[in-house]
């Protein structure tokens, strides 16, 4: 993954590395969860940083951190005031319960999914109590894999994953989902969950 988002980098935040890219009810969500959201947010697999930078602007403590330093080098060169980092998803570099919010914003879609309990369990334990967690996926009728324009990508049934974000120590609030005029078959899905 890291390998081939580094090699399409600048063409990917070309693209898509722009707030006003994004669809308006989700720039409307992650701004209502972020001012929600006490301490320290992470933007975990920010890309090219623009929802970081958006949580930043609106006042929050924030950082992004990725797999990919090419993204975090675009990043901040465009964002200079804010914090980027390289880290895994499932090693996020954060002391226990430091963090109020993590943003996973389609970032989830790329673990294969043996390894995302594992992701879920380390985003858990840098959430403070009251910490949430913001998921952005794919979703279909089943788990599968599906030729994502960089590399693979995986959509998820909502109960599926709900089931492994409860299991990992969370509370699930039903999900958002919205039809994808692209990909008939494949929602966009926004699933919040507390900290239980």
Known sequence: MRTAYAARAAEYTELLGSVSAMDPLDRQLIAEWGARCRGLVVDAGCGPGHWTHLLSELGAEVEGVDLVPAFV?????????????????????????????????????????????????????????????????????????????????????????????????FMVEPAQVRANPDRPGRHHVAMLARRA
């Not at 403070?128 to 998921?135: H, K, N, P």
């Open 73 to 169: 080098e675009q990043a901040q060169a465009r964002f200079p005031a804010v914090s980027y980092r390289v880290a895994r998803l499932d090693d996020l570099g954060l002391p226990d319960g430091s963090a109020g919010g993590v943003l996973a914003w389609y970032s989830l879609i790329h673990v294969e999914p043996v390894r995302v309990p594992t992701v879920l369990r380390e985003i858990r334990r840098c959430l403070r109590a009251d910490g949430t967690l913001l998921v952005g996926f794919f979703a279909g009728d089943r788990l599968e894999p599906f030729p994502h324009a960089v590399v693979t990508a995986y959509s998820w049934p909502v109960d599926d994953l709900a089931r492994l974000v409860e299991d990992a120590g």
